[in-house]
């Protein structure tokens, strides 16, 4: 009579084992779910907060370039659609030149996916350096570091009136301006790049025109 009682109790046991195995595999599972989960988010946000962060750069590319701008270290002059002489060759350019670009030859890649945004490398501009903006940045979900962004003088091939023969002379050469900005995230290695091209067809108030005859 003792056997079955016996044996009763050691099969309870293998399934109370199984169960328990049963039980810690979906809560393993789980668990791992919410890393993921949690991961995810992170990196969404991540993403978020260096896409705000380039859209900033674009937007005070924007006044710098076009304006209104009246911080002590404005260069609105040095963009204008005819003169680009400020522009310069592998974006090496110092002082109020910084971040300025020629365009590459025919047949290289684009500038911008050439230059290096690192701040100790001077071919970019910090956020707010020609602007006196400033960007919030740090700890509590903040950009690791502030949005950088540079400048290329591109040659314009935009429409004109139709059945108009245009001048190919590179002395009545128009160009306009394109961005690339850079944004951070809370982590160094997330980052966002965006572009955006800007017009500006006539000088900016109290800057000579090269489009006027010279006096």
């Known amino acids: 009579m003792n056997r079955p009682v016996r044996a009763s109790r050691?099969?309870?046991?293998?399934?109370?084992?199984?169960?328990?195995?049963?039980?810690?595999?979906l809560g393993l599972a789980a668990a791992q779910n919410a890393l993921v989960g949690e991961?995810?988010?992170?990196?969404?946000?991540?993403?978020?907060?260096?896409?705000?962060?380039?859209?900033?750069?674009?937007?005070?590319?924007?006044r710098d370039v076009l304006g209104p701008n009246d911080h002590a270290?404005?260069?609105?002059?040095?963009?204008?659609g005819r003169d680009v002489s400020a522009f310069v060759a592998d974006c090496a350019g110092t002082g109020a030149r910084l971040g300025l670009c020629a365009a590459a030859p025919v047949g290289d890649p684009p500038v911008w996916t050439q230059v290096d945004f690192a701040p100790d490398a001077n071919r970019s501009v910090a956020y707010g350096r020609f602007t006196g903006q400033v960007y919030a940045t740090g700890a509590g979900g903040l950009s690791v570091r502030a949005p950088r962004y540079i400048v290329e003088a591109l040659?314009?091939?935009?429409?004109?009136?139709?059945?108009?023969?245009h001048s190919a002379s590179a002395a009545v050469a128009?160009?306009?301006?394109?961005?690339?900005?850079?944004?951070?995230?809370?982590?160094?290695?997330?980052?966002?790049?965006?572009?955006?091209?800007?017009?500006?067809?006539?000088?900016?108030?109290?800057?000579?025109?090269?489009?006027?005859?010279?006096?």
């Open 39 to 62: 991961r995810i988010a992170r990196n969404d946000r991540d993403t978020e907060v260096a896409f705000q962060a380039a859209e900033a750069a674009l937007l005070d590319a924007e």
């Open 155 to 165: 040659r314009s091939r935009g429409s004109g009136p139709p059945g108009v023969l």
């Open 174 to 215: 128009t160009h306009v301006f394109r961005v690339t900005a850079i944004g951070f995230g809370p982590r160094e290695e997330t980052r966002v790049l965006l572009q955006t091209t800007l017009a500006k067809p006539s000088a900016s108030p109290g800057c000579a025109d090269a489009s006027s005859p010279s006096t």
């Open 10 to 25: 050691g099969f309870s046991l293998i399934v109370v084992l199984m169960l328990l195995l049963v039980v810690s595999v």
């Open 73 to 80: 270290a404005q260069r609105l002059c040095l963009f204008d």
